[in-house]
């Protein structure tokens, strides 16, 4: 999954950006993404809604992909940064539902989806998510796990990588093909994944043999919800 960018943002040719004029070209691209998808998104029409010069934009960026890249990646930071405190199992289950949210609600989250979705048949679009955005916020999901691991706050059943796959996928998935998001998913992934193994004995004793976990009363994250910035 999804990896955020702690990194300084990378240079642009050209004149230096107007700051209340770069942030309205951000703001344009994911509000019109998400109002008429990523095929019809041109930068004719984000300059139109930002009220800036279609050259201005090609003077800051080379492409949609870039500037929808820098909205994802200041919006991340800003609603859905990797924890930084010592780690724990509840820290990280805390971190997977505000992901969950962030794909379900936030005009980022949707950004984030469709380049996901563009990556999968434009090489150059690929390259540039994977080293912006999923490559940086990997390596800090993987630091958070390695701290946690050893803090002896968690166990996993797999290695670090295999690990924030298992539990970013399933996600993304749902995300990907329009279903809700149950908070038994999350709940489900940390517990299977992360507990140490006594742990999950213990709960699963605890619950008793015939225990489940009801699914048609639980609270989903709705991926209708309207989104706010």
């Not at 998001?181 to 619950?207: C, Y």
Request: with cysteine; glycine share 6%.
């Amino acid at each position: 999954m999804p990896a955020a960018n702690s990194q300084p943002r990378r240079a642009h040719s050209g004149p230096r950006r107007d700051e209340a004029a770069r942030l309205a070209v951000l703001h344009a691209a994911d509000d019109l993404l998400v109002e008429h998808g990523f095929g019809a998104l041109t930068i004719e029409a984000i300059a139109r809604r930002a009220g800036v010069a279609k050259q201005t934009i090609y003077r800051w960026w080379p492409s949609k992909v870039e500037i929808l890249l820098d909205t994802l990646i200041e919006d991340s930071n800003k609603h859905l940064a990797v924890p930084t405190e010592e780690p724990t199992a509840e820290s990280i289950r805390g971190y997977l539902r505000r992901f969950a949210q962030f794909l379900a609600r936030d005009p980022a989250g949707k950004v984030l989806l469709a380049l996901i979705a563009q990556a999968q048949h434009d090489p150059d679009t690929a390259e540039s998510l994977h080293k912006r955005y999923l490559g940086p916020r990997r390596d800090q999901e993987r630091d958070m796990l390695t701290r946690g691991i050893d803090a002896g706050e968690i166990s996993p059943r797999l290695g670090p990588d295999a690990t924030i796959d298992a539990l970013v996928g399933p996600i993304v998935y749902c995300a990907l093909t329009g279903s809700s998001i149950p908070r038994e998913l999350v709940d489900t992934l940390v517990e299977n994944l992360l507990r140490p193994r006594e742990t999950r004995v213990s709960a699963q004793q605890l619950a008793g043999p015939n225990s489940q976990v009801p699914t048609s009363e639980s609270p989903e994250i709705n991926p209708s919800a309207e989104g706010a910035r």
